[in-house]
């Protein structure tokens, strides 16, 4: 069973778990066992938590939703002004003659603005706590609305969504880490089905506010309305926001005998034969490996030590003694002061985050993701251009609502892979005795090849062939469906896979994402003028098609290729833990 849980036994796999311990197993403890796991309901907890009343995974369920509403609601608000702009377009060019070129710049130039502050903001958000990128980002998302207001020619058109794409690049990637801090793994499906929500409905609703707005009050207000709102945000994640970073290795239990001296051999092998730790770190691996020794040369060191093979010893207490933080320590805006040695560790950081684009699940969920991006950037085009001109003629407000049938496709695709992906999930690792493999969420995409590439077709052929609106509709709930399933599946099965490094992988998914939105937003428009509505569409569904049957392979080899990856992976932990 410790293959499971010990990320340095020789036979762990980065996102394989056992839900359950077994009786008689070390995993099960007593009698002189190694390590007593904390359960619930019979079920592993993973991470473990420690004793500390300051230890998120600790927080009472008051404490975890009040924190979980705010994170969601960022997600949601951000998603929703990173939309905004295409709303307006035609209104924008009215009044300043700006080209629709530009303003497709502008949109391909916010998904490299969010790919590339997901990246940069990762390590800030390591060193420094959570919290403060979350108010980065608001700052930019007041900045961005208010530019995005008085723009006046090109160059603010394009500058405004830089800033814009920065708001949403803050809360991209770090949102489900937050997640991770105060949720155990079982619980993040859930989570991340509810962020996913929030993210649909910003995206589905943002147009739709936006076009009412600029119907009754002009278009201006449409960022003057985004700059209060985040205004209003970051007033109240300055006074209620709470930073969840928290050392948890600290209150980690040291193994006596020959366990630690097992363990600290098995770790001081591995820094020697990367060769990538200082040397500085290696002495003291020896140090520890020679008291290891010691503690156990003699019955009689044993005995003075009060210790015997396989007890545990807690340098540092298990938090049970610790006080509750003050309202000013929970609300600090920096989990640490800024030193001028915390450059070469950010620089580390950032350097070893690219090892997630040698991880074939960020592949894969960064191409799901980046799909269902690009496209939303297809079908808000065509509801643009060819819905608002005869034989259509449809009114602002009658295209607004248009985002009502994706929305609640996405709802309903939300519940699917939400609850009922998490049960399935779990009755599939219970025939698997009890052992849980990442790829079983990607039994679930085979529906999405289905209905998501239906969706496209019908919203595309019924658009080209001015067939009856239901067709048109219908397709855009199958759509919405196949966007909030897509991105769900995308980031559940990277967070599953790799559990330590969830920033870093979520910002690899982003960043692979955006970047793809980027290149399909450019195309959009070329693309459907050249090959026609219907064509472009069918052309979208086989492409849908072939990512969501790409899991196939994931289902049935994923796990060599998570096995594949675990020096990388645990060269990250180590260097984050170091």
């Given at each position: 069973?410790e293959?499971?849980?010990?990320?340095?036994?020789?036979?762990?796999?980065?996102g394989?778990?056992?839900?359950?311990?077994?009786k008689?197993?070390?995993?099960?403890?007593?009698?002189?066992?190694?390590?007593?796991w904390?359960?619930?309901?019979?079920?592993?907890?993973?991470?473990?938590?420690?004793?500390?009343?300051?230890?998120?995974?600790?927080?009472?369920?008051?404490?975890?939703?009040?924190?979980?509403?705010?994170?969601?609601i960022?997600?949601?608000?951000t998603?929703?002004?990173?939309?905004?702009?295409?709303?307006?377009?035609?209104?924008?060019?009215?009044?300043?003659n700006?080209?629709?070129?530009?303003?497709n710049?502008?949109?391909?130039?916010?998904?490299?603005?969010?790919?590339?502050?997901?990246?940069?903001?990762?390590?800030?958000?390591?060193?420094?706590?959570r919290?403060?990128?979350?108010?980065?980002?608001?700052?930019?998302?007041?900045?961005?609305?208010?530019?995005?207001?008085?723009?006046?020619?090109?160059?603010?058109?394009?500058?405004?969504?830089?800033?814009?794409?920065?708001?949403?690049?803050?809360?991209s990637?770090?949102?489900?880490?937050?997640?991770?801090?105060?949720?155990?793994?079982?619980?993040?499906?859930?989570?991340?089905?509810?962020?996913v929500?929030?993210?649909?409905?910003?995206?589905?609703?943002?147009?739709?506010?936006?076009?009412?707005?600029?119907t009754?009050?002009g278009?201006?207000?449409?960022?003057?309305?985004?700059?209060?709102?985040?205004?209003?945000l970051?007033?109240?994640?300055?006074?209620?926001?709470?930073?969840?970073?928290?050392?948890?290795?600290?209150?980690?239990?040291?193994?006596?005998?020959?366990?630690?001296?097992?363990?600290?051999?098995?770790?001081?092998?591995?820094?020697?034969?990367?060769?990538q730790?200082?040397?500085q770190?290696i002495?003291?691996?020896?140090?520890?490996?020679?008291?290891?020794?010691?503690?156990?040369?003699?019955?009689?060191?044993?005995?003075?030590l009060?210790?015997?093979?396989?007890?545990?010893?807690?340098?540092n207490?298990?938090?049970?003694?610790?006080?509750?933080?003050?309202?000013?320590?929970?609300?600090?805006?920096?989990?640490?002061?800024?030193?001028?040695?915390d450059?070469?560790?950010?620089?580390?950081?950032?350097?070893?985050?690219?090892?997630?684009?040698?991880?074939?699940?960020?592949?894969?969920?960064?191409?799901?993701?980046?799909?269902?991006?690009s496209?939303?950037?297809?079908y808000?085009?065509?509801?643009?251009?060819?819905?608002?001109?005869?034989?259509?003629?449809?009114?602002?407000?009658e295209?607004?609502?248009?985002?009502?049938?994706?929305?609640?496709?996405?709802?309903?695709?939300?519940?699917?892979?939400?609850?009922?992906?998490?049960?399935?999930?779990?009755?599939?690792s219970?025939?698997?005795?009890?052992?849980?493999?990442?790829?079983?969420?990607?039994?679930?995409?085979?529906?999405n090849?289905?209905?998501?590439?239906?969706?496209?077709?019908?919203?595309?052929?019924g658009?080209?062939?001015?067939?009856?609106?239901?067709v048109?509709?219908?397709?855009?709930?199958?759509?919405?469906?196949?966007?909030?399933?897509?991105?769900?599946?995308?980031?559940t099965?990277?967070?599953?896979?790799?559990?330590?490094?969830?920033l870093?992988?979520?910002?690899?998914?982003?960043?692979?994402?955006?970047?793809?939105?980027?290149?399909?937003?450019f195309?959009?428009s070329?693309?459907?003028?050249?090959?026609?509505?219907?064509?472009?569409?069918?052309?979208?569904?086989?492409?849908?098609?072939?990512?969501?049957?790409?899991?196939?392979?994931?289902?049935?080899w994923?796990?060599?290729?998570?096995?594949?990856?675990?020096e990388?992976?645990?060269?990250?932990?180590?260097?984050?833990?170091?």
């Amino acid at each position: 069973m410790e293959k499971y849980q010990d990320k340095y036994h020789p036979k762990f796999v980065p996102g394989t778990y056992s839900i359950r311990a077994v009786k008689n197993s070390k995993l099960w403890g007593g009698n002189g066992d190694i390590k007593v796991w904390k359960m619930r309901n019979g079920m592993i907890l993973l991470p473990q938590p420690s004793n500390s009343i300051n230890d998120p995974l600790n927080w009472g369920f008051l404490r975890k939703s009040v924190h979980f509403i705010q994170l969601v609601i960022l997600a949601g608000f951000t998603a929703a002004i990173s939309n905004n702009a295409s709303a307006v377009q035609t209104d924008i060019h009215d009044e300043f003659n700006i080209s629709y070129d530009s303003m497709n710049t502008g949109a391909g130039v916010l998904f490299v603005a969010i790919a590339l502050s997901c990246f940069l903001l990762g390590p800030i958000c390591r060193v420094y706590g959570r919290k403060i990128v979350y108010l980065i980002g608001l700052v930019f998302a007041v900045l961005g609305c208010i530019w995005f207001t008085e723009l006046r020619n090109q160059a603010d058109a394009i500058c405004s969504q830089i800033f814009i794409g920065i708001s949403q690049g803050s809360t991209s990637a770090q949102v489900q880490h937050s997640f991770s801090d105060i949720f155990f793994n079982h619980q993040l499906g859930a989570s991340i089905t509810i962020y996913v929500l929030s993210y649909c409905i910003g995206t589905y609703l943002g147009p739709l506010i936006t076009r009412y707005i600029t119907t009754s009050q002009g278009w201006h207000w449409v960022g003057w309305y985004g700059a209060i709102i985040a205004g209003i945000l970051l007033v109240v994640c300055v006074l209620f926001l709470e930073d969840t970073s928290f050392d948890r290795s600290r209150y980690d239990a040291l193994l006596d005998g020959e366990t630690q001296k097992n363990f600290y051999e098995t770790k001081l092998s591995r820094l020697n034969s990367r060769g990538q730790q200082k040397l500085q770190q290696i002495k003291e691996l020896q140090n520890m490996l020679r008291n290891s020794l010691n503690a156990t040369s003699t019955e009689e060191d044993n005995d003075s030590l009060n210790l015997r093979p396989y007890n545990l010893y807690y340098p540092n207490g298990q938090g049970d003694e610790e006080e509750p933080k003050s309202y000013y320590q929970r609300m600090k805006l920096l989990r640490k002061t800024p030193k001028i040695g915390d450059f070469s560790k950010l620089s580390s950081l950032l350097v070893h985050s690219l090892k997630v684009f040698s991880f074939p699940s960020v592949w894969l969920s960064g191409a799901f993701f980046g799909f269902q991006l690009s496209a939303l950037s297809f079908y808000l085009t065509t509801e643009d251009t060819n819905y608002a001109e005869p034989p259509f003629s449809y009114s602002d407000s009658e295209i607004a609502r248009m985002n009502i049938p994706p929305l609640i496709g996405s709802i309903i695709g939300c519940l699917y892979a939400g609850s009922t992906l998490d049960y399935f999930v779990l009755w599939l690792s219970r025939k698997n005795d009890d052992k849980r493999e990442a790829e079983f969420r990607l039994w679930f995409a085979l529906l999405n090849a289905i209905i998501s590439p239906a969706g496209l077709l019908m919203f595309g052929i019924g658009t080209g062939r001015n067939l009856d609106w239901r067709v048109a509709y219908v397709g855009l709930g199958f759509i919405g469906f196949g966007f909030s399933v897509g991105s769900d599946l995308a980031f559940t099965y990277v967070m599953e896979c790799y559990p330590e490094m969830i920033l870093e992988c979520m910002t690899g998914v982003a960043t692979i994402a955006n970047f793809l939105g980027c290149i399909f937003t450019f195309a959009c428009s070329p693309w459907l003028d050249a090959s026609g509505v219907e064509n472009t569409y069918i052309a979208l569904a086989v492409i849908n098609i072939v990512l969501m049957l790409a899991s196939l392979p994931f289902i049935k080899w994923g796990k060599h290729f998570r096995a594949r990856t675990r020096e990388g992976y645990l060269s990250f932990v180590e260097n984050i833990e170091n």
